[in-house]
């Protein structure tokens, strides 16, 4: 395949597998798994078929400016989302908090101030801000010693109870996985720290930090133990204050690191600030993690940037603790208060059975991790056909490049695509928007899981288990299959 499409392409060089049928009229309402048939194949389950994917596929597309079906196989059946969840998400979250909407993480004096001294506690006060990191502890910090404080005469506290705190966000991922950190009222680093080993004369010498573009504090609530074995590579051990991890010797080499997923964030950034304090001459006594909203006089603000920054980071990223944190404050703002993931994503399913009428989404957390979540593409295809009024979205999605048949992404593609894409051990999803050669504007969401072969996986298994990707590759390729399917056929 040439770099250069031509629209002549796509209405005869796709071929049999592409053509016309009845089936578009009536199209099938479950998805195609194998089974015996007499009936003809219609033209979008031969294109499936040709796929050789094994498990289910389900897939709606709709005209943007109609808002009518197109073609569909299974639209009314949910399936895993994976990642493309956080396109819903945003849409919530650009609901109920604004586009406009910021973050604030306050240093608040619990009592009086007086020549620079606190006469009381002082409070980091966590608000839900999934971006805060190292930099902006650092000017916190730096701006706490500019408004003149110079010693806290009661105790060092973080507060964390802006929202619920959860162990990980998918407790069926492997322990030391970055992408399933702890999620509470106050991040750092997306709940992630650095772990780095060396080789030195008789061992290793490992370091756990916080490192930014400019800082490399080291952190004590975060320790490394190098245990002469093969397997497990990590085992994880939490206490009152520590996470406690232990490494295998034999999978260290000369050297190293990997950031590890932080199960106590309070505690994390409560000794992150406690060393950039020092620096800046305030000493702060043992952090203590509190829930109670603090009361007092903020003594330095820092403020995120907007929503729809915050969103497009997440949705170009795919950053499941940024998809957890804001899907619960928006539910928060929408006056629930959730004890944990599932409760703030069912929050979000009755929100969008009201707002779209997509009564078959069933979200077990907001970034898509969790594989129990199911979601029908065509009740996606709702949402995106409705938030495509307000004009809010498809900006923030991401370019989806199609590619030719050597893998290389098309850069002068008729078909413009951008879209979330999602991807869990045998599950993969699309969903988005796409423009086509002659500017009609379609709205799209492709499922695909084979849960039998997921289901099988252990839990060491998770992070790269033997055929998922050959599985999602082939998935990746019907993806863009239908795509210039949908392009030929209602492009004009």
């Known amino acids: 395949m040439t770099d250069r499409i031509s629209r002549r392409f796509f ?75 956080k396109a819903l998400t945003a849409l919530y979250a650009l609901d109920m908090l604004g586009p406009d909407h910021r973050f604030e993480t306050r240093l608040i004096a619990g009592g009086p101030v007086e020549n620079g001294v606190i006469k009381g506690d002082l409070i980091l006060a966590g608000g839900g801000d999934p971006l805060l990191d190292t930099e902006a502890l650092a000017a916190m910090a730096a701006n706490l010693r500019e408004a003149g404080i110079r010693e806290v005469r009661g105790d060092f506290k973080v507060y964390e109870g802006a929202l619920p705190y959860v162990f990980s966000i998918d407790p069926g991922q492997p322990d030391h996985v970055g992408y399933s950190p702890a999620v509470t009222g106050i991040s750092l680093n997306f709940n992630r720290v650095h772990f780095e080993w060396k080789r030195a004369a008789t061992g290793y010498d490992v370091t756990m930090d916080a490192r930014s573009a400019n800082y490399k504090p080291r952190v004590e609530m975060a320790r490394m ?38 199960r106590k964030p309070s505690l994390y950034a409560g000794d992150v600030f406690r060393t950039l304090a020092r620096v800046n001459g305030i000493v702060l006594g043992r952090t203590q993690v509190v829930r109670t909203a603090p009361e007092g006089t903020a003594l330095v603000v820092h403020r995120s940037a907007p929503l ?50 997509a009564t078959r989404i069933a979200m077990v957390d907001h970034s898509g991790l969790g594989d129990a979540s199911r979601m029908a593409p065509g009740d996606l295809v709702k949402a995106l056909v409705e938030a495509r009024k307000s004009d809010l ?25 951008d879209a979330k894409t999602g991807t869990l051990n045998f599950v993969s999803g699309l969903g988005g928007f796409m423009t086509t050669a002659d500017g009609a504007e379609l709205a799209f969401a492709i499922f695909t899981a084979d849960m039998a072969r997921r289901a099988q996986l252990s839990k060491a298994e998770r992070e790269r288990p033997q055929g998922a990707r ?23």
């Open 393 to 417: 979205l498809r900006p923030l999605l991401k370019p989806y490049r199609l590619k030719d048949s050597k893998g290389r992404p098309v850069k002068s593609h008729p078909i413009k695509v």
């Open 11 to 85: 209405l005869a060089g796709l071929g049999a597998a592409l053509a016309p049928s009845a089936g578009w009229a009536n199209p099938p309402a479950v998805s195609l798994r194998p089974q015996l048939r007499t009936a003809p194949l219609s033209g979008p389950e031969r294109v499936v078929r040709s796929a050789g994917l094994k498990g289910e596929v389900v897939f709606a597309v709709a005209d943007v400016k109609t808002g009518v079906q197109l073609e569909a196989l299974g639209a009314d059946e949910g399936l895993p989302p994976a990642s493309v969840a």
């Open 308 to 357: 729809t920054d915050i969103l497009r980071g997440m949705l170009k990223y795919s950053t499941n603790l940024t998809a957890e944190m804001v899907g619960m404050a928006a539910t928060k703002a929408r006056g629930v208060m959730p004890g944990d993931l599932r409760e703030s994503a069912a929050e979000m399913n009755r929100w969008a059975a009201e707002t779209y009428g």
């Open 225 to 262: 133990k190098v245990k002469n074995r093969r397997l497990p590579i990590y085992t994880y051990e939490a206490t009152a204050r520590a996470d406690n991890w232990t490494v295998a010797r034999a999978a260290l080499g000369k050297g190293g690191a990997r950031w590890l997923p932080v």
């Open 470 to 492: 050959p599985w999602n590759r082939r998935s990746r390729n019907l993806q863009q299959a239908l795509i210039e399917r949908w392009g030929a056929l209602y492009g004009s």
